[in-house]
């Protein structure tokens, strides 16, 4: 498996308080993603960064926001969690050729 | 817009029954295919991969894969599932030629029966 680890794996919050997700990778891998996996809808991308201090949205980014200060870690910050934002949180790296590897995802509940 | 399809939400086998998980894809362009899968609990891990070459495409634990492209199909099979094969099974599509983002497919859930 790729050098990729979340924290927390499990989070219970209430909904109007700030979460914030982190993602670390030992692989040096220029790409980072967040997606979010809900019954219904797979995979749905967050956001996503192509290198330190670059990032761009996904097709889900409302009422979230990134950041990468360092090539090996990629934080997902929930400003004010809702929720409708209660699901299952993978982070995936990968380099150019688009092959992603996923980490151990984070099951976020808010009440 | 780029999209990817699986059709079959649910599919229950029996042990030594034959697999074949439909995936059709929209894409313009070149595009590369995925199949990953998703155990109980899990995270998704790589089953194989589709860039260029041979259509065929031949995975980990039997899986394989036929890229066809003038039906935009990238259908999974294996001809003799096992219990351990209860996953969830996602398509995926990108462009080729440097970054562009993967698509993934909502997913088919694959129950075995021993």
Not at chain 2, 53 to 75: H, M, T, W, Y
Request: glycine share 10%; aromatic share 12%.
């Amino acid at each position: 498996d790729a050098g990729i680890t979340q924290s927390p794996r499990h989070k219970v919050t209430e909904t109007g308080t700030p979460v914030t997700l982190r993602c670390h990778q030992t692989e040096n891998h220029r790409y980072m993603y967040w997606y979010r996996q809900d019954p219904g809808h797979g995979l749905r991308l967050i956001h996503y960064s192509y290198g330190v201090k670059d990032t761009d949205k996904g097709e889900v980014s409302d009422g979230y926001s990134v950041s990468r200060s360092k090539t090996e870690d990629f934080l997902l910050t929930l400003e004010s969690a809702t929720s409708s934002q209660t699901s299952v949180y993978f982070c995936a790296i990968s380099e150019i050729e688009e092959t992603q590897y996923f980490g151990p995802g984070t099951r976020l509940l808010v009440l | 817009a780029q999209s990817v399809s699986q059709h079959n939400h649910h599919v229950i086998l029996s042990e030594a029954a034959s697999l074949e998980l439909g995936c059709n894809y929209s894409y313009g362009g070149t595009v590369n295919l995925f199949w990953y899968v998703q155990y109980p609990g899990q995270h998704l891990q790589l089953l194989l991969k589709y860039f260029s070459g041979d259509p065929l495409v031949k995975g980990i634990k039997g899986f394989e894969a036929e890229f066809i492209k003038s039906k935009f199909s990238f259908n999974l099979r294996k001809p003799s599932v096992q219990w351990s094969d209860t996953a969830e099974y996602f398509c995926a599509a990108a462009g080729s030629g440097g970054y562009q983002k993967v698509t993934f497919g909502t997913g088919t859930k694959l129950q075995v029966i021993p």
